[in-house]
């Protein structure tokens, strides 16, 4: 009987994870796939520290916090199931299953459907499913039992942190900054937007979000770096005709006739696009956060961008989807250091905010955005100072953790291929706020 089978026929007769010391149920789905493809996964690496370590855990038996884990793993870049096939005692996977399981529900806030699916997944091929189900049995005990706080001294305390951000850094060296290829507003931004940093575009509808991030990505790419683009607005297709229309310099027009001619210039931006693709993949919707969190599992990308928030499914709201997603975010970059970019259309009252000389700046979705981004820039378009020029465009950067906010420029977006040139030029907002306050009182 193959496990699949084995696990289903078991699931429908107990429940996916039927209790064998008593008849209580954590309530998990049992129609799960289990037809997972489980090939492209990189071999594990410190195969004897990770047994010896797993296998002295074992041994004694102890409920250990799963951070002590996550040090040993989380240098190597090593997924869940790469731990466990580096491990060949099937009870020392089975104890790290056991472990894993409370720590999906407590600190990734998986629902038990979810974390269990996680696991079976992982352990695919490794375990058998009897084994799955009892593990998974004996972390849901653990992941009811009260967390008792621990005490810790502050000098070992400030030796786990400094710990960390060494781990960090080292990560961060390993990987390609993403800057905007312009230098003004990259020289604001020293080291570039690294590992585990949110980018935040904000702007109103046709205010170039897309071609600007196209730009960012094509130039992340270009220097070896590895990206996944969620293009919930635009189809791929349209994705594709304006990343060859950015190759070509030409129009939508040019570039249709070239494909549909199969001009000699299509043929060599074909090859261009190719080399690109290495590097780049493009998905459209519609995509909820389970889709989204498997692709970014198979893409291995360094790099996620959204186009844009708002339209993750799932979601009876605009503020509901930006919550959720958001939360989401948070978990993916904590657990694989992730560089995110995020599209938001601006919201009405920033556009009218903007417009009388505030700030502007606040995508659709409220706070939560907000709060979770790293750096943020606004795209105004604004009059020409020529009469029957194209329209000028503005970026702010509004938020910037790493250097000054708030300053303004004006980039250069080449017309129609919708490309931008490296150049900016510092502007200042011609209209000025009115204080709110007067002037000083005399006491």
């Known amino acids: 009987m193959s496990e699949a089978k084995e696990f ?50 074992a041994d004694t038996r102890l409920e250990i916090d799963w951070e002590l884990h996550s040090k040993l793993f989380a240098p190597n870049g090593m997924s869940f199931r790469e731990m466990l096939t580096a491990v060949v005692d099937e009870n020392v996977q089975a104890y790290m299953i056991e472990l894993q399981y409370p720590h999906l529900i407590q600190e990734e806030r998986m629902t038990p459907q979810d974390a269990a699916r996680v696991l079976i997944y992982s352990a695919r091929n ?44 080292r990560h961060r060296q390993t990987l390609v900054p993403v800057s905007f290829g312009i230098y003004a507003i990259d020289a604001l931004i020293p080291g570039g937007i ?9 702007g109103g509808e046709g205010g170039l979000k897309t071609s600007l991030l196209l730009h960012l990505l094509c130039h992340y790419v270009e220097r070896d770096g590895k990206a996944l683009f969620f293009s919930l607005d635009m189809t791929p297709e349209t994705i ?42 493009v998905m459209g919707g519609p995509l909820n956060l389970n889709k989204m969190n498997e692709a ?33 975010i948070r978990r993916w970059r904590k657990a ?6 995020l599209l938001s259309q601006m919201s009405r ?69 919708l490309s931008f040139m490296g150049r900016a030029e510092h502007v200042e907002q011609g209209r000025k706020r009115k204080p709110l306050f007067s002037e000083y009182l005399e006491r």
């Open 240 to 281: 594709e005709l304006r990343r060859l229309m950015r190759i070509l310099n030409c129009g939508r027009e040019r570039a249709t006739d070239y494909i549909g001619n199969d001009a000699n210039e299509y043929r060599q931006a074909k090859l261009i696009l190719e080399e690109q693709d290495k590097n780049l993949s």
């Open 349 to 417: 009252e920033s556009k009218r905010d903007a417009v009388q000389g505030g700030g502007g700046g606040h995508g659709i979705g409220g706070s939560s955005l907000e709060q979770l981004v790293d750096y943020e820039v606004e795209l105004m378009r604004d009059t020409p100072l020529t009469e029957g020029e194209h329209p000028r465009l503005i970026a702010t950067l509004r938020k910037n953790r790493t250097g000054p906010s708030g300053i303004s420029f004006e980039i250069f977006p080449c017309f129609p291929s």
């Open 8 to 57: 289903t026929e078991m699931s429908e007769t107990k429940g996916l994870i039927g209790m064998s010391e008593s008849k209580e149920l954590v309530g998990v789905d049992s129609n799960i796939d289990m037809n997972v493809d489980t090939n492209g996964i990189q071999q594990p690496r410190n195969y004897e520290d990770i047994t010896r370590y797993l296998e002295e855990q």
């Open 126 to 169: 490794l375990l058998p499913a009897e084994k799955v189900r009892r593990a998974i049995n004996r972390g849901a005990l653990l992941s009811k039992k009260p967390k008792v706080e621990r005490q810790f001294k502050a000098e070992s305390e400030g030796r786990r942190h400094r710990a960390e951000l060494e781990q960090a850094i």
């Open 336 to 341: 694989w250091g992730i560089t995110f970019i």
């Open 296 to 328: 970014i599992l198979m893409s291995g990308a360094d790099v996620v961008a959204i186009d844009y928030v708002t339209l993750v499914e799932g979601f009876k709201t605009e503020l509901e989807t930006a919550r959720e997603v958001t939360h989401a």
């Open 194 to 202: 690294t590992a585990g940093e949110v980018l935040h575009i904000v």
